[in-house]
């Protein structure tokens, strides 16, 4: 299991991006696949601040959550 390298501000951050995100997926209803990818990115911006862990930054072993 991966250990926690997002910190609370990063997350918040990441949350609130994933929910801009998510709520312009929504409004790109005239191009399907664009609203499908921007909803994607969206989720995995929420899923790395609800779980705070990031794959990314452990493959370049950032660490925000110190």
Same mark, same amino acid.
């Not at 929910?19 to 911006?45: E, H, K, M, T, W």
């Given at each position: 299991?991966?250990?926690?390298?997002?910190?609370?501000?990063?997350?918040?951050?990441?949350?609130?991006?994933?929910?801009?995100?998510?709520?312009? +997926?929504?409004?790109?209803?005239?191009?399907?696949?664009?609203? @499908?990818?921007?909803?994607?990115?969206? @989720?995995?911006?929420?899923?790395?601040?609800?779980?705070?862990?990031?794959?990314?930054?452990?493959?370049?072993?950032?660490? +925000?959550?110190?």
């Amino acid at each position: 299991m991966s250990s926690r390298n997002v910190g609370w501000r990063d997350a918040g951050v990441r949350g609130f991006i994933g929910g801009v995100l998510l709520l312009n +997926s929504a409004a790109l209803q005239d191009r399907p696949l664009l609203a @499908l990818a921007v909803g994607f990115i969206g @989720l995995i911006f929420i899923g790395t601040a609800l779980f705070r862990t990031c794959p990314v930054y452990t493959l370049l072993h950032i660490n +925000s959550g110190t």
